[in-house]
Every structure is written in C-alpha cells, then in structure tokens.
Nanobody, 117 residues
Framework: QVQLVESGGGLVQAGGSLTLSCAAS????????MGWFRQAPGKQRELVAA????????NYADSVKGRFTISRHNAKNTVYLQMNSLKPEDTAVYYC??????????WGQGTQVTVSS
C-alpha cells in the first residue's frame, strides 16, 4: 500500500508562484510515474504534469507548459510541482498521483490552490 501526502497549496495573487510537494510512503515499486492532477468546481479531473522514475521523462498539459515544472527526488520518494505565473483559471484542488507499472493508481487527499485576480 502506498500513501501520498501533499503540501504547499494556498492562496496567491495572479502572477504569483507556489510549489506543491507530495511525499510517498509505504510499500511499492520504485519504478513508477508520479504526477499532479487538478479538479476545478464543476469540471473533470485533468492531468497537469507527470514524471517517470527512471528516465525522468515529463509530460505537461498544454495549459501549463512554460509556467509549471514537475520534478522528483527518488531517494526521498517526493515529487514537486513548481507553479509560476499563476492564473485564476489554475484555481483547483490539486491531487498527487502515483501510478505503478502494473497500472495501480494511488491518490493523495488533495490540496487547494486558489489564484485571485
């Protein structure tokens, strides 16, 4: 079983920055993909960014390319999301996700990010 604990959400003005962190603990393979999803009120959950554990390949939603950067520290089992130039439309609950090579998915509890205009 894998547990994910997120931190770093909050309220920020448009144009500001926030960094989210997600620490994974528990049993599980070190070969995985970790990522961030978000869900705004009335909308479906969407992928924001993801990063693999071995090659460190990254994938971003078009809406955040050039503004957000995902990274991970494998020894700490932690993934980060650096969010710059935040916009009001980035307001959502952000969820950390860990996907194993056997396609099992684990989710964090979510952290609120609110960007005021």
């Amino acid at each position: 079983q894998v547990q994910l604990v997120e931190s770093g959400g909050g309220l920020v003005q448009a144009g500001g920055s926030l960094t989210l962190s997600c620490a994974a603990s528990g049993s599980g393979s070190t070969i995985n993909t970790m990522g961030w999803f978000r869900q705004a009120p009335g909308k479906q959950r969407e992928l924001v960014a993801a990063i693999t554990s071995v090659s460190m390949s990254t994938n971003y939603a078009d809406s955040v390319k050039g503004r957000f950067t995902i990274s991970r520290h494998n020894a700490k089992n932690t993934v980060y999301l650096q969010m710059n130039s935040l916009k009001p439309e980035d307001t959502a609950v952000y969820y950390c996700n860990l996907a194993t090579i056997l396609s099992r998915n684990y989710w964090g509890q979510g952290t609120q990010v609110t960007v005021s205009s």
